[in-house]
């Protein structure tokens, strides 16, 4: 993926590391399986874990004692249930003037689908950042609906998940982990 399609992707989960000072919003569900949101049964095709990147692990959010694990690459990734749950991450590295910083964002929902629209109906959003030169801290955001345009195919490397958000173009890869 190039780094312009790319982008559009990290800004959305550096939005989140942006806003990592201001206090969470205590989340009570962290099952995607339990919510009570708009879903749809998905395609078994669909259903699974896709990723984009060199993540070595898919769990950088404990949910049980709500800590974040870092395990190292970067990268996004969706886990979509048959019952129409997901789950969605990213692990995002960038340094500039010598100074690091690393973004773990974890994210449930439901989804719809509709054709070659698929709705995610986002219950909550976690992320931790770290910065070598500054303020570290984490952020949570609630509900949230969005929109974009997906399909699956098949490519010289083999299955692919396309999805189009915020006018960039990601190809995810099953997970094979």
């Not at 976690?126 to 609630?142: D, M, Y």
Request: charged content about 20%; glycine content about 12%; aromatic content about 10%.
């Amino acid at each position: 993926m190039s780094h312009v399609k790319s982008t559009t992707h990290r800004s959305r989960w550096a939005l989140g590391a942006l806003l990592y000072a201001t206090a969470a919003c205590g989340a009570a569900v962290m099952d995607p399986g339990e919510l009570d949101t708009p879903r749809s049964e998905l395609p078994s095709r669909l259903a699974g874990a896709w990723y984009t990147g060199t993540l070595s692990s898919l769990e950088h959010y404990d949910t049980v004692n709500q800590k974040w694990v870092d395990r190292g690459g970067s990268g996004f990734y969706y886990i979509f249930g048959a019952d129409g749950s997901y789950e969605s991450g990213a692990v995002i590295d960038s340094t500039v003037a010598g100074c690091t910083v690393r973004l773990l964002g974890k994210e449930i929902g439901t989804v719809t689908l509709e054709g070659e629209t698929m709705t995610a109906h986002r219950a909550w959003v976690r992320t931790h950042a770290t910065n070598s030169c500054g303020q570290s801290g984490e952020h949570e955001e609630g509900p949230e609906t969005t929109s974009f345009r997906w399909e699956l195919g098949e490519d010289e490397f083999g299955e692919v998940l396309v999805i189009e958000l915020d006018g960039g173009t990601a190809r995810y890869r099953p997970w094979q982990g």
